[in-house]
């Protein structure tokens, strides 16, 4: 693992830790009005470009298989997800309450675009 995954793992961890800590009130949201257009393409985009990397990653690996390949994909789909989990738990809470799936269905969308390139990336 690269140092530079290292650090950015640690972050996105840290985004899934201060967005349970929204979710959970211990402290209030600062009120990010971003839109459900803005949250869906924000998801999308990041989900696309976290994908990318992922593709340029395996390849540096020499495209390796099995328990290594899923581990990888696996670590790259669900930490920096966090970042999308904390940008709806930023919400304000009537925006919250008003569309409680927002935040699963961002998070689906950031999956879909996120295996894009991973499923259709060229053979080597």
């Known amino acids: 693992m690269l ?3 290292t650090n950015l793992g640690g972050f996105f ?3 899934w830790i201060a967005s ?3 979710v959970a009130g211990w402290l209030a949201p600062p009120g990010l009005g971003l839109s459900f257009y803005g949250l869906f393409s924000f998801a999308g985009a990041f989900g696309w470009v976290v994908g990318n990397l992922l593709v340029l990653r395996l390849r540096a690996l020499g495209w390796p298989t099995g328990r290594r390949r899923s581990g990888l ?3 790259y789909l669900l930490v920096p997800a966090g970042l999308v989990a904390l940008l ?3 919400a304000p809470t ?3 309450r008003a569309a409680p799936l927002a935040g699963l269905l ?3 969308v950031y999956a879909i675009f996120f295996l894009v390139p ?3 990336r060229r053979k080597a």
């Open 118 to 120: 991973v499923t259709l």
């Open 20 to 22: 349970g800590v929204y």
């Open 73 to 75: 994909v696996a670590l």
């Open 88 to 90: 709806r738990a930023m």
């Open 94 to 96: 009537d925006l919250r």
């Open 3 to 5: 140092r530079t995954e």
């Open 106 to 108: 961002a998070l689906g």
């Open 13 to 15: 961890l840290a985004t």
